[in-house]
């Protein structure tokens, strides 16, 4: 193996950029060259790329965002996007590729590998933290940071004006972040899509605290974890019990900024590991890391588990939030 690409793709995450970093210095190390493919699998099929060393990727370790830049291509989802895109890496003297993403990231890769037969490993690099084969994805803790900052300013407000506010937090399809968020921002209720909750429920648990003497309340909500977001919660929560509420969505800004010390150091890893993998060898897997141990799990396995939330932690909010 002489030459490896490493690409971004799918939403950005906080330590995206320590991840290529890490590629492409252990790439060097190894006496491999390394070269950067923009824009993801859209990149891919411009023939976007550009030669990374050692220097090129100084002072992005500490930089949200990604500097190779990332998008969600449609094209690449046809055939003859891939075929495209197969021929550029071809054309570039590619033996291997690298892709840093999450599970939409990692479907392409495996195609890419099935019908073109380019050796490809993968670094989980989305806030979600919705993939298995992993216990954290890059982006995941910062993501979190940055939301529980947000929850604490907006609890200050809360208890001053003796409010019930409702906080939606990202996630897609996955409650881990609100978990997360609602346990360590104290939240009266953690609304998931791994155990949704009528509003009938939610209004009678903010009555309670409310009957026990909590002045004011925060319910953490997880986009997936109601139909129509928080908004829609709220407003069927008024509906059904009179309790009137203010709802703040925190969107994008959980996406961006300075990645903290447990994303760097992860990322640093995983993407040092993605070198380490591919030179030994393995192709089609997703690198990741369980209990502390950097661990291989084949893309599909990755896609195709599910990651459940931790049933203990989420039982532990709901004692303390008494
Ligand atoms: O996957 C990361 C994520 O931020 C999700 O939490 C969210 O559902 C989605 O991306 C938003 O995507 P976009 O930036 O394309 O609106």
Partial sequence: MKRIGVFTSG?????????????????????????????????????????LG???????????GTILLTARSAEFKTPEGRAKAAENLRRAGLDGLVCIGGDGSYRGALKLLEEHHIP????????????????????????????????DRIRDTAASHERVFFIEVMGRHAGFIALEVGIAGG????????????????AEVISQS???????????????GY???????????????????????????Q?????????????SRLGAGCVDALLSGASGVAVGEVDGEIRLTPFREAVERRKDINRKKYELAKVLAL
């Fill in 11 to 51: 939403g950005d995450a906080p330590g995206m950029n320590a991840a290529i970093r890490a590629v492409v210095r252990t790439g060097t190390a190894h006496g491999l060259e390394v070269i950067g493919i923009r824009r993801g699998y859209a990149g891919m099929i411009e023939g976007d790329f550009v030669p």
């Fill in 54 to 64: 050692p220097r090129d990727v100084a002072n992005t370790l500490q930089r949200g």
């Fill in 120 to 151: 490809v490993v993968g670094a989980p690099g989305t806030i979600d933290n919705d993939l298995y084969g992993t216990d954290f994805t890059i982006g995941f803790d910062t993501a979190v940071n940055t939301a529980l900052d947000a929850i």
């Fill in 187 to 202: 939240a009266e209720v953690i609304v998931l899509p791994e155990d949704p909750l009528p509003a009938s429920v939610c």
């Fill in 210 to 224: 409310s009957a026990k003497g909590k002045r004011s309340s925060i319910v953490v909500v997880a986009e997936g």
């Fill in 227 to 253: 139909e129509g977001g928080a908004e829609a919660l709220a407003r069927d929560v008024k509906a059904c019990s009179g309790i009137e509420a203010r709802v703040t969505v925190l969107g994008h800004i």
């Fill in 255 to 267: 996406r961006g900024g300075s990645p903290t010390a447990i994303d760097r150091v992860l990322a």
